[in-house]
């Protein structure tokens, strides 16, 4: 009976696995030669370069520097090798900028968790070249609400909007998206402030005050900070990289890249990973790319940790969250769709709700 529950499981989490033209590309730049190769060409011949989606170019700046290696004769490798120096360029001045955020928090000695591609730069997990990212993700302790977008309105992050119209935003959502400058200008910046490091559920403080306990020391391009012990990060690169890509309504893929590099990278505590999932609720988000890296990408999960996740991830409310996130496509995706856009409300709103409420003493 459990090996069945365990088969219905893994069968439900696929819908964190991403559609066939990503996953082609994503095996294309992980596996060994000859089978990128197949997985290369079975690519190109389904797809135009010129009607990438923005996560796909993305992927191809990765893919491009094995590009010469897995298809030596391909027209398109000056042209791919170009688009990921001019996108990597980009992104590195890009964040340069946008560090400037991280300096005025410095100074007022507030704390910065690092997220998502910051945490791994800071960790050291993953190679700077060819990987394109647009902003800093960062997550402040909620009682540091207040100051820290006041800090950041004041010298010009938020646009038009003043402070506390974009605190009442943050009450209602896992943090804000805050830029300055523009491309036109080419000065522009981009900051994503969270008070939790996850879109949904609403995490309560006791969760949250754990997760800063266990933060570790780090330094990003010369600044003090703390960022997610690998588990930590492991569990969060789950839950954040389950959610669609809108307009797609896909997986952007890049996530498969950054577990992957957190696996090989450090030798991780298994029974605290599980422990993480569990607390952040995390556990069909996490068995859904587990089971990708291992069965598509042939990383080493040990069995045991998806078994273990399937029997965790039990519990109703967590897959209806999960359902409500996961990408669609493919014909499901009429039936889909409107399903997971009516659950997703209702979730948004019950999240809005906890958070108005909690967010009294902010």
């Not at 498969?256 to 422990?275: C, H, N, P, Q, Y």
Request: include cysteine; proline fraction near 5%; charge should be negative.
């Amino acid at each position: 009976m459990s090996s069945l529950r365990n088969r219905l499981s893994l069968r439900f989490a696929r819908q964190a696995w991403p559609d066939p033209n990503t996953d082609q590309l994503i095996k294309a730049t992980l596996l060994p030669a000859d089978e990128a190769r197949a997985c290369w060409r079975s690519w190109k011949a389904a797809n135009d370069i010129d009607d990438c989606t923005w996560p796909q170019f993305k992927i191809l700046a990765r893919f491009s520097g094995r590009l010469p290696q897995v298809d030596p004769e391909c027209p398109e490798i000056p042209r791919l090798h170009g688009m990921a120096k001019a996108l990597w360029t980009q992104s590195q001045m890009r964040l340069n900028r946008s560090a400037a955020a991280l300096d005025i928090l410095v100074e007022q000695d507030i704390p910065i968790y690092l997220m998502k591609s910051a945490a791994l730069e800071a960790l050291e997990m993953t190679k700077l070249t060819r990987r394109v990212t647009s902003d800093i993700d960062l997550m402040v302790k909620r009682w540091d609400l207040r100051l820290v977008i006041s800090a950041l309105v004041e010298q010009g992050w938020g646009g038009n909007e003043d402070a506390e119209t974009a605190l009442q935003r943050c009450r209602y959502h896992p943090g804000i998206n805050l830029q300055r400058g523009s491309e036109e200008k080419r000065d522009n910046s981009d900051v994503d402030v969270h008070h939790q490091p996850v879109h949904m559920p609403f995490l309560d403080d006791d969760v949250i005050d754990r997760i800063w306990d266990s933060a570790i020391p780090a330094d990003f391009r010369g600044r003090a900070v703390v960022v997610p012990a690998p588990e930590e990060l492991l569990v969060f690169t789950a839950m954040q990289g389950i959610r669609r890509f809108v307009p797609s309504h896909m997986s952007s893929g890049m996530w498969a890249f950054d577990m992957a590099e957190i696996v090989d990278g450090k030798s991780l505590d298994w029974t605290r990973v599980l422990e993480v999932a569990a607390m952040c609720k995390g556990s069909w988000a996490l068995l859904g790319c587990l089971s990708y890296l291992k069965q598509q990408l042939d990383v080493g999960i040990p069995d045991r940790i998806l078994s273990a996740l399937s029997d965790q991830a039990a519990g109703l409310d967590e897959a209806v969250m999960f359902y409500a996130q996961a990408p669609t496509y493919g014909l499901t995706k009429f039936i889909n769709l409107p399903l997971r856009e009516i659950v997703l409300l209702n979730r948004q709103r019950a999240f809005a709700h906890t958070g108005h409420h909690a967010s009294e003493t902010w």
